[in-house]
């Protein structure tokens, strides 16, 4: 079991530009949630897809958004970049019927620098 | 809006010594809490995660505990080593399949 995986490991951008990001879910979970994580802090929720739809959204802008295709695997795109945009992006999967533990799977996330 | 507080920000201490680490919620009402650890730069590795209807886990020598009425959980490490150096996150659930809310962390350095 290759757990989440994410790519690409860093990226450089310059302001402005335009980002994807992607992540392949843990095998067997179908919902896959991103997370920014800005130096010194804590991950904050961005979204979370389950069959192909955005189910839940976090306090971010229309700029950051994203796709989950038939497989399962998702992509975070983020548009018109800002300095403030620098951080790690981790992705997360778990399953979509909410066993008991409930319990979410990171990936080792993708570095983004913009300059 | 539930708001994760880990206490203390950053902690050093010498090899062999157990150690306690702590996160506050403000709203009682959780699914679950998870533990998590994070190397520098990496991503997280899950540890241990409580139920809302638990009062502690245990794995090796890791001990959550949990206490939901007062909005605390505790991450206790026996005997720490140099290897358990790393950011320690606590991030508590609303519900199922809803987002985790995470503090900002420990940062811990076990000494040689």
């Known amino acids: 079991d290759a757990g989440v995986t994410q790519s690409p490991t860093h990226l450089i951008k310059t302001r402005g530009q335009q980002v994807t990001l992607r992540c392949s879910p843990k095998s067997g979970h179908d919902t896959v949630s991103w997370y920014q994580q800005a130096l010194g802090q804590g991950p904050q929720f961005i979204f979370q897809y389950y069959e192909e739809e955005e189910r839940q959204r976090g306090n971010f802008p229309d700029r950051f958004s994203g796709h989950q295709f038939p497989n399962y695997s998702s992509e975070l795109n983020v548009n018109a970049l800002l300095l403030g945009d620098s951080a790690l992006y981790l992705c997360a999967s778990s399953s979509g019927l909410a066993p008991p533990r409930d319990e979410q799977f990171f990936g080792p996330g993708t570095r983004l620098t913009v300059l | ?112």
């Open chain 2, 1 to 112: 809006k539930q708001e994760v507080t880990q206490i203390p920000a950053a902690l050093s201490v010498p090899e062999g010594e157990n150690l306690v680490l702590n996160c506050s919620f403000t709203d009682s009402a959780i699914y679950n809490l998870q533990w998590f650890r994070q190397d520098p730069g990496k991503g997280l590795t899950s540890l241990l995660l409580i139920q809302s209807s638990q009062r502690e886990q245990t794995s090796g020598r890791l001990n959550a505990s949990l206490d939901k009425s007062s909005g605390r959980s505790t991450l206790y490490i026996a005997a720490s080593q140099p290897g358990d150096s790393a950011t320690y996150l606590c991030a508590v659930r609303r519900s199922g399949n809803t987002p985790l809310v995470f503090g900002k962390g420990t940062r811990l350095s076990v000494i040689a």
